[in-house]
């Protein structure tokens, strides 16, 4: 079955053109309603990272869902790449994890264990094979695991080639889209209006990051509960090779990119949709990568950012249909809007596909009503 009829999709970092890019490989006439640049906001603000064992994540269900996006990645990539003839740097050369006392070694040996026991490979590195594995590291290391299979992305050369990619495919994206607003009867969504005028749509899909839930025209019953979570990251001028793969040291994490920057990452701090940079911010990630890795000192800082993750009260993503028809809801991808973009896409152009509500139950805003949660906005620009 192809797909038939328009679909508006607000907003276009990383989710909204993977979505839209997914839907107009099925046969879906696709517009996307972007305010800025395509790939701009969390989509570019972010590091990359792949990485849903490193991450410790306690919740069962969204662990399953980033791994099976994480294994998505190679062949989305691939895609990706053939259509819009743009490298986005794809590293899933493993993760290494460091430790510098004895009681963070204990957490991550048991880390491995857990991991190892769930079928995830990965190695525990003593002092001299930390050090082997990353050089860069200062001598006072005590070890830490190498956790295989997770990596990284160039986020923003991600954004540049699904923008081509979508354009290609026959996307409409409308750029400097103003005013933008959801049009809802009683019963279904009828469109988007902006500064260009009314499109109508069959679906309307909402994919705003952290401003999703002040989109105009949401109906009250279909505003997801978001509340934007700050992260400042800055980047630094490394020799090539200096550090080999993605490094997590206690209080940040250090991400190589292939043209000469180290990224160093990320705060977490709930300040409202304020995106300054800040002395604090700087210092606390400026900290932890030079107390890791001392040597870094001498490197000159190029580049300092923030953006704003879209959070929910339970820390999923709000995926899938609404209480009004034809209404979809892509956001709340908090701290893993990069690594789920893949399987996201999937899972949205599978429901307006083939109406596929099942596999969506754990993502659906409803189950804040289940659970008693406010479904009012969390917070507003």
Known sequence: MRLSGDVAIIGAGLIGLAVAHELARRGATVRVFERDLPGRAASWAGAGMLAPYTERMNDDALARLCAQSLALYPGFVADIEATSGVGV??????????????????????????????????????????????????????????????????????????????????????????????????????????????????????????????LPGLPVACEPPLEPIKGQMLALAMPRGFLKRTTWVPGAYLVPRDDGRLLVGATVERAGFDQRVTADGVRSLLDAALDAAPALGDFAVTETWAGLRPGTPDERPILGPTSVDGLILATGHYRNGILLTPVTARLIADFVERGDRAVLEPWLLARFEKEGAATKRMSKP
Do not use: K, Q, Y
Not at 161 to 185: F, K, P
Not at 198 to 205: E, K, P
């Open 89 to 214: 740097h794809l590293h899933l050369d493993g993760i290494v994890n460091a430790a510098f006392d004895d009681v963070r070694m204990d957490e991550l040996r048991r880390d491995a264990e857990r991991l190892r026991a769930n079928g995830v490979a990965c190695d525990v590195l003593d002092r001299s094979g930390a050090m082997l594995a990353e050089p860069s590291l200062g001598r006072h290391v005590f070890g830490a695991i190498a956790v295989e299979g997770e990596g990284a992305v160039d986020n923003r050369r991600l954004g540049r080639a699904l923008t081509a990619a979508c354009e290609s495919a026959g996307v409409a994206i409308v750029r400097d889209a103003r005013d933008v607003a959801v049009e809802c009867d009683a019963r279904r969504v009828l469109g988007v209006r902006s500064n260009w005028g009314f499109a109508g749509a069959s679906h309307v899909v909402v994919a705003a990051g952290a401003w999703s839930a002040s």
